[in-house]
């Protein structure tokens, strides 16, 4: 009995001088965390210290902004809320309003970007306004889409044996048996690969038939069709757990290995009218059809509309070198101000699957489908539910055998998933 009571008062005394400390040492513990890219962590710390000073708005909206950054929606909107009434923040209310519509709550989030509207007066209020009815529009549009969904599609997360809580992003499936993908670490991201025997997906394991440069600093890729050249971004800072591989703060290149009778040969730099510097290209995906190889990918570079754009180029297919044309962009029609990003395109029926933040959604990136007649691209449809839920929905790629396809996602899913913090990989399957 007197070692029980012990434990409790040694306990209760953690619990005293946890919640004593200062908030000069809270600040401090949490600027370390951030400073290395622990974004939850000091996002806690924040939080913390801002409800010790009487939910100081500041503190709150900086807790905010972490919570963010690691796509935990509900805590976001929780401390957005301190600041929305705080001058010093204009943009709170919109991003309260994103956060709750990223937790599915569309009428609440649709009601916040009315407010939003209706009191904003900082810089760039035509672009901000617009941004807002955009996400109002995604509101409605998601209230339909929920009601109407199409009941004959079943999205599922992959076995434990492949998704694991670091990030699963970018499914490259080789064959219906052979599946590559990016997982990403805290500090790099990785090539995995995955066998299904018997119906059933093994554990993945690193795939490490690659040179060692592509994993330097790799972020994602894709096969030629023939299995014979990978194409893959490789960024400046290599990829970060952060975002799950969606987004880049340094420049990302792209790059192509060939296999040859001896094995993969060394890494290719593509042209440097791909790899534009000062810009960034990522997100490679190529496809063939009619003779040629078609090479999709996103730039930001000069000519874009804004954020990350889509691109393609093209190259004979008799042809011996990576000699792709000068890249056009899609346009106006498929690109927007914010980022589209992961494209798969379908060749013989000359349809684009991609991922926008631009055009109106469910919550942040969601998947549409586009096909192209002559040298015009159809207005985007939005994939719908439940191929895209509130969180993000990207990398959406089909089956070699066209009976189903694979995405990457941050949703929760039930018991099997219940953290928006870090990505999966889905099955889609029709039945």
């Known amino acids: 009995m007197n070692k029980y009571l012990a434990l409790v008062f040694l306990f ?69 809320r301190a600041s929305l009434t705080d001058k010093r923040f204009p943009l709170a209310a919109l991003r309260y309003a994103r956060a709750i519509k990223q937790q ?21 209020k035509a672009v901000m306004i617009n941004v807002a009815e955009n996400e109002i529009s995604g509101c409605k549009l ?9 009941t004959n599609i079943r999205v599922t997360p992959l076995r434990d044996s492949i998704n694991t809580p670091e990030n699963e992003f970018a499914p490259i499936p080789f064959s219906d048996h052979l599946l590559y993908f990016s997982q990403a670490t805290e500090d790099r991201a990785i090539l995995m690969r995955a066998i299904r025997k018997q119906g059933i997906w093994g554990q993945a394991v690193e795939a490490k038939s690659l040179p060692e440069a592509v994993s330097a600093k790799f972020r994602s890729g894709c096969f030629s069709q023939d299995g014979s050249r990978f194409y893959y971004a490789q960024c400046d800072e290599g990829c ?59 730039s930001d570079r000069t000519g874009s509309f804004g954020g990350l754009d889509l691109y393609v180029c093209e190259r004979p297919l008799d042809s011996e070198e990576l000699d792709f044309c000068f890249p056009q962009n899609l346009g106006r029609t498929i690109n927007t101000g914010a980022d589209e990003v992961t494209p798969f395109y379908q060749a013989d029926v000359r349809t684009l699957w991609f991922s926008s933040l631009g055009h109106p ?9 586009t096909e192209k007649e002559d040298s015009t691209w159809s207005k ?17 790629v089909l089956k070699k055998s066209d009976e189903g396809a694979l995405l990457s996602s941050n949703r929760r899913q039930a018991e099997s998933k219940t953290s928006t913090m870090d990505d999966d990989i889905f099955e889609v399957k029709w039945h």
Request: aromatic content about 12%; glycine content about 10%.
């Open 12 to 80: 209760s005394m953690g619990c005293v001088w946890t919640k004593a400390q200062p908030v000069s040492t809270l600040l401090k513990n949490a600027a370390r965390e951030a400073s290395v890219g622990h974004f939850l962590a000091a996002a806690e710390l924040w939080e913390r210290a801002g409800r010790l000073k009487n939910s100081d708005p500041a503190l709150l909206y900086q807790a905010a902004e972490a919570y963010g950054r690691v796509r935990d929606y509900q805590h976001a909107a929780n401390c957005y």
């Open 380 to 396: 985007p449809r939005n994939a719908g539910v439940p191929i895209n839920s509130p969180a993000d929905d990207y990398f959406y």
């Open 240 to 298: 970060l757990a952060l975002g799950g591989g969606s987004a880049s703060s340094s420049p990302c290149a792209i790059y192509c290995i060939r296999l040859t009778e001896e094995g993969w040969a060394a890494p290719e730099r593509l042209r440097a009218y791909i790899n534009l510097e000062g810009s960034t290209s990522m997100f490679p995906h190529v496809s063939q059809g009619e003779g040629m190889e078609y090479l999709f990918f996103s």
């Open 142 to 150: 998601a209230l339909q889409l929920v009601e109407n969904q199409d």
């Open 104 to 124: 599915g709550r569309y009428e609440e989030a649709a009601l916040g970007f009315e407010t939003f509207i209706q009191q904003y007066q900082g810089e760039y």
């Open 361 to 369: 959604s469910l919550g942040g990136l969601d998947i549409f489908k």
